[in-house]
Nanobody
Framework: QVQLVESGGALVQAGGSLRLSCAAS????????MAWFRQAPGKEREFVAA????????YYANSVKGRFTISRDNTERMVYLQMSSLKPEDTAVYYCAARGGIVQYDNTRYDNWGQGTQVTVSS
């Protein structure tokens, strides 16, 4: 229903900042709740942040609260994840995800995924 493409991943030193972008195709972008998940080597895919369809509500994992900010632009069909004060523990492949309903925290509730973008934070 919607195609997602992430970009912006990079190698960054601890304490640095990075902004990830997710570009969505299709005319019904505003009907989708959007989220970011991440998966580190040997770890399960985990919830990072989510934003409601209108952009009026945001949700964050405790591990990133206060450091990451999710936002969306429904006109341009874009979702962003602004990351600051990065830690080595943030190293992972970051995925953009969409679902045609309210925000959920479980990755299995999302059926639209991007290809992922690598974020590596050096200590």
């Amino acid at each position: 229903q919607v195609q997602l493409v992430e970009s912006g991943g990079a190698l960054v030193q601890a304490g640095g900042s990075l902004r990830l972008s997710c570009a969505a195709s299709g005319r019904t972008f505003s009907s989708y709740s959007m989220a970011w998940f991440r998966q580190a080597p040997g770890k399960e895919r985990e919830f990072v942040a989510a934003i409601s369809r209108s952009g009026g509500s945001t949700y964050y994992a405790n591990s990133v609260k206060g450091r990451f900010t999710i936002s969306r632009d429904n006109t341009e069909r874009m979702v962003y994840l602004q990351m600051s004060s990065l830690k080595p523990e943030d190293t992972a492949v970051y995925y953009c995800a969409a679902r045609g309903g309210i925000v959920q925290y479980d990755n299995t509730r999302y059926d639209n995924w991007g290809q992922g973008t690598q974020v590596t934070v050096s200590s």
